[in-house]
Structures are given as C-alpha cells and as structure tokens.
C-alpha cells in the first residue's frame, strides 16, 4: 500500500482476472458477525453504521447478466462502536428477486440488457420493470430506503436489514412513480437537515418532481416542499445537486430510441444514444424556501459530454457552481460484449470538471480540476451546497488514462494538491464515505470508509483512512465477498 502520488505515464498494473473476479453471486447472509483488524486499529471514537448498496446476484442458471447494473441489491451493513465492528448483509425482498430465486432463473428482463431466456420472441412487448433496488442505500426516519430510480423505494428495517417491502413514503408517491437513487442531503441550509430529491417522468417533454423531506428529528421522513416542472426533451438524469436557493440538474444530450426495446432486442438504456457534438443543458429549479421559491427554473447551455454524477454545487454571487464527473460520451456495454471483458482503454474515462452558470448573462465556464480517471466523489457532509476545500473520490492507480478504481484520493479543490491511498496492483476501490469525527473543527477531520476488492484473497476488505492525511488506520478482511458495488452511506450512531 502506498501513500506518494505514482509517476505519470505509469503503465496499468492491474490483472484483469482479479478485477473480474469481484463479479460472483454472494451465496450467505450474515447476520451481526464480529469483525477485527487485520491491520491497525479501529478509532474508538467511529460510531455508527455504514450501509452499501450494489448488485449481490448476477448469475442464474447459467446465464449472467449482460451488464452489473441488472444484479439484485444486496445491503452490506458495518456497525462500527468503540473500537469494534460487526458485519451483516441481506438481499433486498424484491417481488422480482423472490419469483427468480424460487424459479431458480431469471424471469425478468433487465434495463442494462439482461434478456429473459428464449430469445427476443420470449423479450418482445413485455415492458415490466423488475424494480431491483440496487443503487443506493440511505437512512429516512426510522427505516433504511434501498434506492433504484425507475420506481418506489423499498424499506428495510435499519436493524436486521429486513424488508419491510415497497414503500410509497406515507402516500407521498404514487405506485411505480420514479424515485431517484441519489438523494442529496441538506445539512440545514433552511433551518433542519433535509433530504432534497427527485423523480423523473421521461418523454418527449419530461417532468421533474422535486420532494423535500425532513431528515432529522421526530418528523424525519415528513414532505415538507413538493414540486412539478416540465421542460422541453427526454431527459436521462441519474443524478442532480443542491445549493442553499437551487436544485441543478444537467439533461445529457441523449436520445431514447425505444423500438429495439419493445421488439425485445435490447435494454431500455441500451436505447439511449448520445448525440456527439449535441449540447445538454442546465435546469436550474429554484428551492421553495430559497431566495427565488416560486420562480420558473431557468435552462442554460451546457458544455458537451455526459455526466452520471456530480460532486457538489454552491452559489457565487450571480453564479452557480457545479464540480461533475464528465465523459466524452456515454459509456455502455454493447449487446454482444462481455463486461467482464470490457476493454478500458477504449472507454471514456470520468474526469472532474468545474462548471460556473452565470445566472445574470447566462455564459457557462468549464475548468478541469484534476486529469485522473474518477468516480463516485463527495465533500463533507456540512459542504454540501456550499463550496468545499476538499473532496474524495475512486480513482485510478495511473494519473492519466482509463483504468479500473484503484485507489482513493483527497483532493484539495482550491490547490489542486493530491493525497493518494492505494489498493493496487490487486485491490479494487469503490464509492468512498467520508465521515466527521464527532465535533470535529476543521472539515477534512474525520475517516474515509471504503469496501474493497481484494484480489488476492477474492474477497473484501473494509479499509480505514484518515480522512485528512489518507494514512490508513484499519484494513478488516471481511468474512465476505461483495461485488463491485454502487452507493452507500454512513448514519451515525
Ligand atoms: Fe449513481
């Protein structure tokens, strides 16, 4: 393991097959199974519960899934409390889970590809969603919401990881209504913590919900601001951001072509198709209880290239500013490739760019901030909306070009400084979690939490940083192997 940055130009020196060995079916749930260090040690003062979503079955009956992201959610639960920690993991009860494990086969076809057996024939007119809830995990009042944005949250008991089964939030969504899987959450910005999010209707013209929620207190989960906007074009938006008075989206340029879907020859995001050379656009909606609640959103024009997610956004005087993970273009998995054969070189990498929307003249300004292949980035908790010093992101060993998520880094968004911590040649990070040492001063004060791959051992570890230094404090090789997984959260205790 490694602290210093690596030379540019560093050849990849990973193995494949220790990347694609990640790709598995999780066969066991535990159930509060004590963990320890294998090095270091766990800082007493971390208290609370990491939860991480991610596909935990991508495999029946022979066939595997054409892409990852059709793998039934799975909860990995780490409950860390003076100095211990104990693991428990649980498929989400999905209905489509449940019928597929008992037919030991898929009975569903997924939206990334995955075909039901019998061909397109056995494919074709059937439009079924299987709602697999496996992108995000958070914690809403007293329940856990495993998160897939096509349709209703499912609740789980924070506890025993038990599903209660599918929740429309006290009748807040109607049955089937799109729920995003990416939640920001409101420090307080308007008084209490909130949970700020959307669901999309996509068309031709496509309607924004966007839902504030209590996020704290004997309210938490209560619908507190709710609101409708309609905007010209298919929107394919994964995720969004917030600022004290805004709520940014940016609609990719993309186009949903749905023939082959409905003729039952591809997944339904397999019909989305960039535009090259097309300009997406800014969607700027103002909060309820911001300066400009009330107001009609205002659209500008954004730079090209696609975006799945964004780090974080705050204002500047008249400007918005918006860190996102930009590609050159929307990176899929054809219908006839393997991925667990996917060639990274020949896949756009994920670089994080700086946007300023200029409300006043509305110019848009675009910056790089750092030339290594990222992913899955945050600021702490209390930055969120506001503009942050640092971040932490999945990043790749190598400084430039695409590689798989290798290793965890700290960025300094002001200096540009780097602060690495590697898990290469064998180790495959995810989606870090920051989390603040309780009453901490300065804001990089805290631990970074980060499942990863190990290949040697064809399991994985929970790895330990100092947030601030990104020395390593505790590596527990669990007693499991997950899969390369999506998003998760802390809760503290
Ligand atoms: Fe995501």
Not at 145 to 173: F, K
Request: aromatic content about 8%; some cysteine.
């Amino acid at each position: 393991m490694t602290v210093a940055p690596v030379p540019a130009a560093a050849p990849s020196a990973y193995d494949r097959a220790d990347w694609a060995s990640a790709f598995r079916n999780v066969s066991q749930e535990l159930s509060d199974v004590p963990v320890v260090a294998s090095r270091g040690a766990i800082p007493t003062e971390l208290s609370g519960s990491l939860y991480r979503n991610g596909p935990g079955r991508l495999e029946r009956a022979g066939q595997w899934v054409h892409h990852p992201f059709d793998g039934d959610g799975m909860i990995t639960a780490l409950r860390f409390e003076a100095g211990g920690a104990r693991l428990s993991n649980r498929f989400v009860r999905t209905e489509g889970w449940r019928a597929e494990e008992q037919a030991g086969r898929f009975l569903h076809r997924g939206v990334f590809g995955t075909p039901k057996p019998g061909g397109p024939l056995a494919n074709a007119f059937d439009l079924r969603l299987k709602n697999i809830a496996n992108t995000h995990v958070v914690r809403l009042g007293d329940q856990l919401l495993a998160l897939w944005e096509a349709s209703s949250p499912h609740a789980l008991d924070p506890v025993s990881l038990e599903t209660r089964g599918l929740t429309l939030l006290d009748g807040v969504l109607a049955p089937g209504e799109a729920f995003s899987a990416h939640p920001r959450f409101d420090p307080g910005h308007h008084g209490s913590p909130r949970m700020v999010t959307f669901g999309v209707k996509a068309g031709p013209r496509s309607t924004i919900r966007l839902m504030e929620f209590e996020a704290a207190g004997p309210d938490a989960g209560r619908l507190i601001a709710d609101s409708r906007h309609a905007f010209p074009g298919f929107a394919f938006l994964h995720d969004f951001a917030i600022t004290p008075n805004w709520a940014v989206f940016l609609r990719n340029a993309i186009d949903f072509n749905p023939l082959p879907y409905v003729l039952g020859l591809k997944g339904a995001a397999q019909c989305l198709k960039s535009r090259p050379g097309a300009r997406g656009e800014y969607w700027l909606i103002p909060r309820r209880d911001g300066a400009f609640g009330g107001q009609p959103p205002r659209r500008l024009e954004a730079p090209e290239g696609f975006v799945f997610h964004h780090l974080n956004a705050w204002e500047d005087g008249g400007a918005v500013v918006i860190d996102s993970i930009v590609y050159a273009d929307f990176p899929s998995v054809g219908p006839d490739q393997d991925f667990r054969e996917v060639d990274f070189e020949r896949i756009p990498e994920g670089l994080l760019e700086r946007s300023r929307l200029d409300l006043a003249t509305g110019r848009v300004t675009t910056t790089r901030l750092s030339e290594r292949t990222c992913e899955f980035a945050m600021v702490p908790p209390a930055r969120v909306g506001l503009e942050s010093r640092h971040a932490w992101m999945a990043v790749a060993e190598r400084e430039r070009g695409n590689d798989p998520l290798q290793a965890l880094m700290k960025l300094d968004l002001v200096s540009g400084e780097q602060r690495l911590w590697s898990a290469a040649p064998r180790g495959f990070v995810s989606e870090p979690v920051m989390v603040p040492r309780p009453g901490a001063a300065a804001e990089d004060d805290g631990w970074v939490l980060d499942l990863v791959w190990n290949g040697a051992r064809c399991a994985s570890d929970l790895v330990i940083l100092e947030a601030a230094t990104m020395r390593e404090q505790a590596v527990l090789e669990l007693p499991l192997a997950i899969p390369h997984g999506l998003h998760g959260s802390w809760v503290a205790a």
